[in-house]
């Protein structure tokens, strides 16, 4: 499996970003998949997930009402739309297959800052 995250930057704090995972080598629409995130010095943390058909969506306590996670089967991609965002949200953002982020890719910097 390959992940691959984008859409990273540097934001002021209340700003917002799109970030965008692109997967291959697996049967993506088979799969529930999650975003999980690790800042300087911490673990992973996970912040999401989606279930294979896009129903379902679930959210850790620290972003649920400020971010909103999709998908497009077609495009073997998923999306995390972050929105107010603040400087605690700054860290490496990945996708993953697990919520544990074992199998999670390239990553995709958020940097929260004024």
């Known amino acids: 499996a390959r992940l691959v995250a984008s859409g990273g930057g540097l934001v002021q704090p209340g700003g917002s970003l799109r970030l965008s995972c692109l997967a291959s080598?697996?049967?993506?629409?088979?799969?529930?998949m999650n975003w999980v995130r690790q800042a300087p010095g911490k673990g992973i943390e996970w912040v999401s997930g989606?279930?294979?058909?896009?129903?379902?969506?679930f959210y850790a306590d620290s972003v649920r009402g400020r971010f909103t996670v999709s998908r497009d089967n077609a495009k073997n991609t998923i999306y995390l739309e972050l929105n107010s965002l603040k400087t605690e949200d700054t860290a490496m953002y990945y996708c993953a297959q697990d919520r544990a982020g074992t199998t999670r890719g390239q990553g995709t910097q958020v940097t929260v800052s004024s």
């Open positions: 080598g697996f049967r993506f629409d088979e799969y529930t």
């Open positions: 989606i279930t294979n058909g896009g129903l379902g969506t």
